[in-house]
């Protein structure tokens, strides 16, 4: 199946600093979105993007779906921003029907 | 909107029992699919409704676990015998299947999931 490989694994940063996120596709995709999940455990839509450039707010994303990665942006960090971000994505065809293959995840903690 | 909605939220269980967790996808959605997320396995896809078809069931673990979705509304995930390997959070997610442009289109909402514990 599509590997999905996310980098860094554990991120720590300084309130106030960007970061930028890395996801790495093994397949060309349909569908690619950006979760964030809260210490709470919710999972929190961020994108959906299987090409091109987003922005929304302090965040943004790029996903080059013909060199089979994407980044998200997170910029003027927040301690509301920890939590692990997650990469899933659908194989591109006719049999993944939705089917999403995520990530582990990159865990960020933001410090006051 | 309300947006998915799962019950219970929380589950505590001796092996042995059955359990039953329930989804509530969002109105008008026709894609329905079950996750479990493990320190160990991360987050995996068990299965997932078109329309309320079963349309892949190969993540489901073993025999032990069954879905249903009688109607458009609700589904149920139903672990019998339960084991203490299967504690983990369960999350729901629903999304409208639909074509946009050159490509399909699926936006994936999750629920709040249900932990789920067995002792």
């Known amino acids: 199946g599509i590997q999905v490989e996310q980098s860094p694994p554990d991120l720590i940063l300084q309130e106030g600093a960007n970061s930028t996120l890395r996801c790495n596709f093994s397949?060309?995709?349909?569908?690619l979105q950006w979760f964030h999940q809260n210490p709470w455990g919710q999972l929190i839509n961020l994108f959906y993007?299987?090409?091109g450039t987003k922005q929304n707010g302090r965040l943004s994303a790029t996903t080059v779906a013909t060199e089979r990665y994407s980044l998200l942006y997170i910029s003027s960090s927040q301690t509301t921003d920890s939590g692990v971000y997650f990469c899933?994505?659908?194989?591109?065809?006719?049999?993944?029907?939705?089917?999403?293959?995520f990530g582990q995840g990159t865990i960020l903690t933001v410090h006051p | 909107d309300a947006g998915v909605i799962q019950s219970p939220r929380h589950e505590v269980t001796e092996m042995g029992q059955e359990v039953t967790l329930r989804c509530k996808p969002i109105?008008?959605?026709?894609?329905l699919f079950w996750y479990r997320q493990t320190m160990m396995r991360g987050l995996e896809l068990l299965i997932y409704?078109?329309?309320?078809?079963?349309?892949?069931d190969s993540g489901m673990p073993e025999d032990r676990f069954s879905a249903k979705m009688p109607n458009a509304s609700f589904s149920t995930l139903k672990i019998q015998p339960s084991e203490p390997r299967d504690s983990a959070v369960y999350f729901c997610?629903?999304?409208?299947?639909?074509?946009?442009?050159?490509?399909?289109?699926?936006?994936?909402?999750f629920g709040p999931g249900t932990r789920l514990t067995v002792t």
């Open positions: 997610a629903s999304s409208l299947a639909l074509y946009a442009g050159t490509g399909r289109y699926y936006e994936q909402y």
């Open positions: 397949d060309s995709v349909n569908n």
């Open positions: 993007i299987p090409s």
């Open positions: 899933a994505v659908e194989l591109a065809g006719g049999t993944s029907y939705g089917k999403l293959t």
């Open positions: 109105s008008g959605h026709n894609s």
């Open positions: 409704f078109n329309n309320n078809v079963p349309i892949d």
